[in-house]
């Protein structure tokens, strides 16, 4: 991951710019360049993958336009083959294409023409105006705000690196792009991606799971820097750690990676069959309570939420990734998130028909930059790594959203079936972890985590605080005293920014058999059952 800040303004001093993109720093620890052009301010913070010599640095500046951009463009070979007589390229970094496909189409056409995970600003010297972008599922986070005198626009990586320049301030939504000549934010993609309806029948169906998956995580092996694999034992992150582990080289070994509580944890076992299975450098770590306390604050610093569910997710996430910082070289991590959204959490089992089914995986998929893909981001970037998400990738999100949701529900006593099948010849995992029921990560580091978190909140407020919640956070009132406690923190940090998130993340409790669910956790759920195992 990279970190930026630009600013359309000076109304800032150098030194109050430079202790704003400071909070990037962690983001990218490899190199920061400032650049000062023409009324607009760029900061860059590098994380170097892609071109580790100085030529993949940013800002670029060519063609009269300056760009700052976090992100991986995933068809740069393509687009470059397609530049290369209009331009001469200086470096082997793939955001280097930006521009001239900018110069060549217009803001547009050019985002349209992205396969990749990114959020780039844009400033046309020509024109004088600013253009900005994020990937249509919000896999590279973007923020921007109105600066505090004047209400110039100004763009940065993270809502916190914003909070000493603007008061008001808001996350880029993904799928847009601002256009600075029009002066407006435009949708040119919506995140729930469906243009069209397959008609594929099952067998069909689970022959193009297959085949896009694969194609998804080949294309995230581009690194020029080592990658690493996070692997729960569940079927998501040990279906990518087995299709890496065959697209490698024989004599090449993934490096895995699992951590769970040093009591109960569930996912530790089922993470070292995996790795026995495909022959991987598997490292284990195991956090205690003291941990989990001890890194609450610093999570919530970091991840810029106050839900539940993220934060529960995040902590064993989070403590992960910076062990693997502080113990290897590695510098890109890949991960299994987006599954869920696509074909179904524990609690869509009780999806009443299979229009709601497909109304939920579209409403997950929208907010997702809210919840799994903003956990997954801050948890790995604040570590100085960069995540990459096969199952977000544009061409197979859009092709199971683009599935009969009737074949993704769950008429099988298996949820995710059609993925779970798509894999059920050729040995891609031992059978008991491909038809392993799903656990939540938060539940299976180790039940004992969230009972922590439940007994530390516990400790800290009475009922009374909870009862008078309603009038200190009206919007998005805590619940609980655990929610009261995340609440407290987050406003700590970002007093006022409540609205950043939109609501808690919840099952769909506008279904009879989930109206009574008062906890996030699958494990509240009656189909939990083995999960929990």
């Known amino acids: 991951m990279c970190g930026f800040l630009a600013v359309d303004s000076k109304e800032f001093s150098l030194k109050t710019f430079d202790e704003a993109l400071a909070k990037n720093e962690d983001r990218g620890p490899d190199m920061t360049r400032v650049f000062d052009e023409k009324g607009i301010t760029f900061g860059f913070n590098r994380l170097a993958i892609m071109d580790l010599s100085d030529s993949g640095m940013q800002p670029f500046e060519c063609l009269d336009c300056t760009l700052v951009c976090n992100g991986e463009i995933y068809n740069y070979p393509e687009l470059k083959q397609n530049l290369e007589t209009d331009y001469q390229f200086t470096s082997g970094s793939d955001c280097e294409v930006l521009i001239p496909l900018y110069r060549k189409y217009g803001i547009d056409t050019m985002v349209k023409m992205l396969d990749g995970e990114f959020a780039f600003v844009l400033y046309d010297h020509k024109s004088?105006?600013?253009?900005?972008?994020?990937?249509?599922?919000?896999?590279?986070?973007?923020?921007?705000?109105?600066?505090?005198?004047?209400?110039?626009?100004?763009?940065?990586?993270?809502?916190?690196?914003?909070?000493?320049?603007?008061?008001?301030?808001?996350?880029?939504?993904?799928?847009?792009?601002?256009?600075?000549?029009?002066?407006?934010?435009?949708?040119?993609?919506?995140?729930?991606?469906?243009?069209?309806?397959?008609?594929?029948?099952?067998?069909?169906?689970?022959?193009?799971?297959?085949?896009?998956?694969?194609?998804?995580?080949?294309?995230?092996?581009?690194?020029?820097?080592?990658?690493?694999?996070?692997?729960?034992?569940?079927?998501?992150?040990?279906?990518?750690?087995?299709?890496?582990?065959?697209?490698?080289?024989?004599?090449?070994?993934?490096?895995?990676?699992?951590?769970?509580?040093?009591?109960?944890?569930?996912?530790?076992?089922?993470?070292?069959?995996?790795a026995d299975y495909l022959g991987s450098d598997h490292t284990e770590f195991i956090m205690t309570r003291d941990d989990v306390l001890k890194s609450l604050r610093e999570v919530i610093y970091t991840l810029e939420t106050w839900d539940i569910t993220t934060i529960r997710a995040s902590i064993g996430m989070y403590i992960l990734c910076k062990r693997i910082h502080e113990t290897t070289d590695l510098k890109v991590i890949m991960t299994g998130e987006c599954s869920d959204e696509l074909f179904g959490y524990k609690y869509t089992d009780?999806?009443?028909?299979?229009?709601?089914?497909?109304?939920?995986?579209?409403?997950r998929l929208r907010e997702l930059y809210m919840y799994d893909v903003l956990r997954a981001d801050r948890c790995i970037s604040a570590n100085s790594l960069e995540g990459r998400v096969p199952f977000a990738d544009r061409d197979f999100a859009e092709y199971v959203m683009s599935i009969d949701p009737d074949l993704k529900m769950n008429h099988y006593h298996k949820g995710k079936y059609l993925l779970r099948k798509a894999f059920a010849e050729g040995d891609w995992l031992p059978e008991d972890i491909l038809m392993r029921e799903k656990a939540a990560f938060s539940d299976a580091v180790g039940h004992s985590m969230v009972d922590d978190l439940k007994e530390y909140a516990d400790g800290k407020y009475t009922d009374a605080d909870l009862a008078s919640a309603k009038d200190k956070y009206p919007y998005c009132t805590p619940f609980t005293k655990e929610s009261l406690l995340y609440r407290d923190i987050f406003e700590e940090y970002f007093p006022g920014k409540a609205d950043w998130i939109k609501d808690f993340w919840m099952p769909n409790r506008s279904w009879d058999s989930l109206k009574d669910v008062n906890d996030p956790s699958a494990r509240v759920l009656s189909n939990y059952g083995a999960s929990g195992k």
């Not at 256009?179 to 069909?204: I, N, R, W």
């Not at 998804?216 to 990658?227: E, G, H, T």
């Not at 024989?250 to 076992?269: H, Q, S, V, W, Y």
């Open 350 to 363: 009780f999806a009443p028909s299979a229009e709601e089914f497909q109304k939920e995986a579209a409403k």
């Open 128 to 274: 004088g105006k600013v253009y900005a972008a994020r990937d249509i599922i919000g896999i590279r986070p973007m923020f921007y705000g109105f600066t505090k005198k004047e209400g110039k626009l100004a763009f940065a990586s993270t809502g916190k690196t914003l909070l000493d320049l603007c008061d008001e301030i808001h996350p880029f939504l993904p799928g847009h792009y601002y256009d600075g000549a029009k002066g407006k934010f435009v949708e040119y993609h919506a995140p729930d991606l469906v243009s069209k309806m397959a008609t594929d029948d099952f067998d069909q169906s689970t022959r193009t799971i297959r085949d896009l998956l694969i194609k998804a995580v080949d294309k995230r092996l581009a690194s020029d820097a080592p990658v690493g694999y996070l692997l729960s034992g569940g079927l998501d992150s040990s279906l990518v750690c087995s299709i890496a582990d065959r697209l490698l080289p024989e004599d090449a070994k993934i490096r895995t990676f699992a951590i769970g509580m040093d009591k109960n944890p569930i996912d530790l076992k089922y993470a070292r069959e995996v």
